[in-house]
């Protein structure tokens, strides 16, 4: 079965411009996460979603918002882009928020570099 | 989520089984000890998960210690293409929706 798709793969952006990405969880699974990562801080949790529905926030400014679509579908928004937003932005999918008994499967990811 | 310790980096002969240490000291009843790993430039990949009683799977194998302070994932005949960052996590899947990824290993698979 087709895995987690994350598009675009990658982004180059302006500060102070705004970014939307996208991700696709595998059939089926309902609940998708998103996950920031960077050389200094590591992989750091930003939010999830289940029906349409955030369920968990990581500690993250108000610049980053998501959304989840009636199909599972999700996008995730960052505004105003700052220097430090450049990152591998990584989205993840599971049956439920819980993970299920085999955790999560993750995308390939979006690199996002802002200049 | 109980924090982890892992060594930041690790050396294993191609063939060799590479032995991967994680101590998880604070970990509570109902958290369950997780592996990942991540490839260079792809998103972290699921090897296995477990309890209390020691897991094996196509991928590797997670010896848990009996009091659950630590932990080991074993590589049984590691190759060129387990070469990856390797992150173990404690969860508790009952409450938590997210993971809490630390350092992790860098293991180095070399001919």
């Known amino acids: 079965k087709a895995g987690v798709t994350q598009t675009p793969r990658y982004l180059i952006k302006t500060r102070g411009q705004q970014v939307t990405l996208s991700c696709s969880p595998i059939?089926?699974?309902?609940?998708v996460s998103w996950y920031q990562q960077t050389p200094g801080q590591g992989l750091q949790f930003l939010f999830e979603?289940?029906?349409?529905?955030?369920?968990n926030k990581g500690n993250f400014p108000g610049r980053f918002s998501g959304r989840q679509f009636s199909n599972s579908r999700s996008e995730m928004n960052v505004s105003t882009l700052e220097l430090g937003d450049s990152a591998l932005y990584l989205c993840?999918?599971?049956?439920?928020?819980?993970?299920?008994?085999?955790?999560?499967?993750f995308g390939s990811g979006t690199r996002l570099t802002v200049v | 989520d109980a924090k982890t310790t892992q060594p930041p980096s690790m050396d294993c002969a191609e063939g060799r089984a590479a032995n991967l240490p994680c101590n998880h000291s604070t970990i509570s009843g109902n958290e369950y000890v997780y592996w990942y790993r991540q490839i260079h430039s792809q998103g972290p990949q699921y090897i296995i998960h477990g309890l209390k009683n020691n897991e094996t799977n196509e991928m590797a194998s997670l010896i848990i210690t009996e009091d659950r302070k630590s932990s080991t994932l074993i590589l049984p005949h590691a190759t060129l293409r387990d070469t990856a960052v390797y992150y173990c996590?404690?969860?508790?899947?009952?409450?938590?929706?997210?993971?809490?990824f630390g350092t992790g290993t860098r293991l180095q698979v070399t001919l």
């Open positions: 993840a999918s599971s049956l439920t928020p819980k993970g299920s008994n085999y955790g999560y499967t």
């Open positions: 979603y289940f029906s349409e529905t955030q369920r």
């Open positions: 996590i404690v969860r508790d899947t009952g409450t938590a929706s997210k993971l809490t």
């Open positions: 059939s089926g699974h309902r609940s």
